[in-house]
């Protein structure tokens, strides 16, 4: 045998012993048989360099070190789920489903797994690259630190198809979490908070290794892809199984919404004995022809939905009420309790929202407060235990001032919450701005933290994000834990976000209701600031899904000389400002005032492809018909009552090709 043979040998023998323990959880050598392989197939490899494999199982060690995680767009895009909290919510859900697609349905129930989602390519059979969700368009790329989870297949099984998205869940099983805890107390570091979030922290580590260490699994549930030799969900649990991949065994094909929430009882309850986080189930409909036809919302697809378990509540002391100061300015009030254990966390804080909610459920310090954790991070206060309630306790009054500059608060009529309106005076509102500027699906500035914002403000080096671009290293080294390094990273980066495309600069603005989604709609109407600078309230209103809030918002914000300078500034340093000649040169206005609805199975492009050509050429998609439908583009397997609809409305049905036709 050769070195080549003898390396690959090893290869085989600790992939499948890998597979065996962490997918099947059946191990069949003894640990330290393993590790003799191991590093057996280490020594060769620093040997024999030449025989290199980006997939070795010796790679799981972890070691590589990632400075800067790269952005990747994702091939198709990671969407949230709806949700729904009750039996009558699922009904509702299925009677919406019925009307879009025609025969039975089935759902498959799965349980919400609470982790961190990712999104794993495989390419001829490897893994080519592991993606987070970020803003589900686009992701960090966390590879090296993905392939140090054993339970994730470096290399498939079986008959795969060359090229394909699988989904899931990277979690951070209960055991070894409280492992991982008791040896933070020993050495004196401060436990992490819970699971979830440690799992994704995780993932962005720079040092692999460190990774490694940690006892992480991927548990995985959705298979996205072009032309996948799988016709419903249920058999892509199984087919991902066949290909190597840990796939819970939890999983029930239901024929209705009674079976669906039999499962749904039993799992509320059992639940407590898995060994990871669960907060719900996920039913989706099983066939993936009617999941195509279903689609999908702004945010989610129809075709699945989450059923949340009914949130855990205590009830603690209420120490202290806390404001804080928003970018917008808002006041949020916080309060403060005693430290309590809920759902696997220690809760230290809780939202009150804003006045009425506190003089609504008359809480008062010195209060037993009921706190309840739903989805949310930041946990809620649903109630006061009144019996508790000291005899000494007094009506809480909410701030009259700013607790960061004095200024006096103001509430506009049907705001529900205070504002401090020094905007340009008070800190958390000059920081806070900068920081939204800053962020990752704002300007994505690599090498300046949020922390580092707080101190250039309070430094006095910058006021407002245009004068980041005149930021020289010179100024920014003296300021404390300044290294020359990220000095001049913190420059690179401010340089690189001027080629972050004009969409995201003005949602990076942060016009107040001017979210990235409405951001878009913006640059693409106007195709420039000057465009939207100049645009009356009356022709904002009839921009496409604007609404007088956002146009008066938008008018407000360019009434403003002091913005106007500012933005002469960020133009005059090179930031984008108006879309690039690509963006306008792929864009054409022939389909402007059509809506189209697409049904079936297409050959030339695919469904998305399809969806993206009508939006390029200025029409709209739309998922049902009606009578505002301009045409349905009907590929080979339509569904009979979308014909049937259209029919009788009159609507133009037209093939792949009289589409093509019509925007070429
Ligand atoms: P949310 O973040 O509340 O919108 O919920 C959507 C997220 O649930 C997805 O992005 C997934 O990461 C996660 N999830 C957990 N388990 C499942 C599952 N079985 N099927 C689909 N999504 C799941
Ligand atoms: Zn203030």
Known sequence: MNIEQQINLLREGLRKHNYNYYVLDNATISDYD???KLKELQQLEEAYPEFYDANSPTLRVGGEITKNFNTVKHDFRMYSLANSYSKEDLEDWETRIKKLVDGDVEYTCELKYDGASISLTYENGTLLRAVTRGDGYQGDEVTTNIKTINSIPLKLKGN?????????????????FNKMNEERIEAGEEPYRNPRNTASGSLKLQDSSEVAKRPLDCLLYHIVGERLPISTQFESLEKAREWGFKVPKIAKLAKNIS????????WDIHRHNLPYETDGVVVKVNSLFQQEELGY???APRWA???KFKAEQVSTVLNEITYQVGRTGAITPVANLEPIELAGTIVKRASLHNADQIEKLDIRVGDTVFVEKGGEIIPKIIGVNLVERPSNSTLTKYIKHCPECQTELVRQEGDAKHFCPNTDGCPPQIIGRIQHFISRKAMDIDGLGSETVALLVQNELIRNYADLYELSVDQILPLERMAEKSAENLIAGVNASKNIPFERVLFALGIRFVGETVAKKLAKHYKNIEGLANASEEELINVDEIGDVIAKSVIDFFASEEHIEIINRLKKNGVQLEISEEELASQTDRLVGNTFVVSGVFIKVSRNELKQLIEQNGGKVSSSISKKTSYVVAGDKMGPSKRTKAESLGVPIISEDDFLLMIS
């Open 34 to 36: 393993f590790d003799i």
């Open 297 to 299: 919302t702004a945010k």
């Open 305 to 307: 939905i989450a059923y």
């Open 259 to 266: 079976e669906v929430f039999e499962f749904i009882e039993y």
């Open 160 to 176: 795969y198809p060359p090229r394909f998205d699988i989904r899931g869940e990277i979690v951070l099983p209960f055991e070894g």
